[in-house]
Structure formats: C-alpha cells, structure tokens
C-alpha cells in the first residue's frame, strides 16, 4: 500500500549541508504524518523531525535550529534540509510515514508506521 523511497543521502565534511527527500505514494490513500527517523550502529532507532497533513512539525532537539522538514503535499514528498552538520550526525536516515486516509478522510489504519530503505549520511569531522 505505502512506499517511501529516500534519496539525497552521501558524504560530507562537518559544517556543512545535505538535502534529503522522500517521495511517497500510498495508492488511494493519503498520509497523515510523514518524516524522518535515522539510526546509528548500536543505537535504536530515533525521530529526527517529521510534519503532518497540516503542517504541524516536530523535531528532535538535537536537531532543532540546524534542521528543517518541509512536505509538499501536491508531490507528496518530504524533504529535510540539515545544515550545520555534525559527526553525531551520521546515521541511516529513514523515511517514515503513519496514518492512513481515505480521500475523503475516513480513517484507513492508524498505528501503522511505514519505512522507506534508507539513505546513508556520514559526516566527517
């Protein structure tokens, strides 16, 4: 039913700056909440920021004032554009979607989270 495919991931030196983006598709379906979760070797995976259908947006506070997602709801995608990058940022980053909808708004499944494959970010000090 969902499918989230990142890209924009790579390779840069502290300080500087990446833009990741997720288009998403869900069928008939809309989605309420999308956003990103990125996780380290031997670490649990955690939210970055993610935004809902009305633009309401919540960030990790490691992630606040360098980070800023933004949906467009037309191209159903989800960009995160991180500045100021740090080491501590290196991680897997996924995209994440949950609440489904009916185009009419009926509740579909809610609970649910779905994943894209993620996309590496390492950045180098």
């Known amino acids: 039913q969902v499918q989230l495919v990142e890209s924009g991931g790579g390779l840069v030196q502290a300080g500087g700056s990446l833009r990741l983006s997720c288009a998403a598709s869900?069928?008939?379906?809309?989605?309420?909440?999308l956003g990103w979760y990125r996780q380290s070797e031997g670490k649990q995976r955690e939210l970055v920021a993610n935004?809902?259908?009305?633009?309401?947006?919540k960030y990790a506070d490691s992630v606040k004032g360098r980070f800023t997602i933004s949906r467009d709801n037309a191209k159903n995608t989800v960009s995160l554009q991180m500045n100021s990058l740090k080491p501590d940022d290196t991680a897997v980053y996924y995209c994440?979607?949950?609440?489904?909808?009916?185009?009419?708004?009926?509740?579909?499944?809610?609970?649910?989270?779905?994943w894209g494959r993620g996309t590496q970010v390492t950045v180098s000090s």
């Open positions: 994440h979607a949950e609440g489904l909808y009916s185009a009419d708004g009926d509740v579909v499944t809610w609970g649910v989270p779905y």
């Open positions: 869900a069928g008939e379906f809309k989605l309420n909440t």
């Open positions: 935004v809902n259908s009305v633009g309401l947006t």
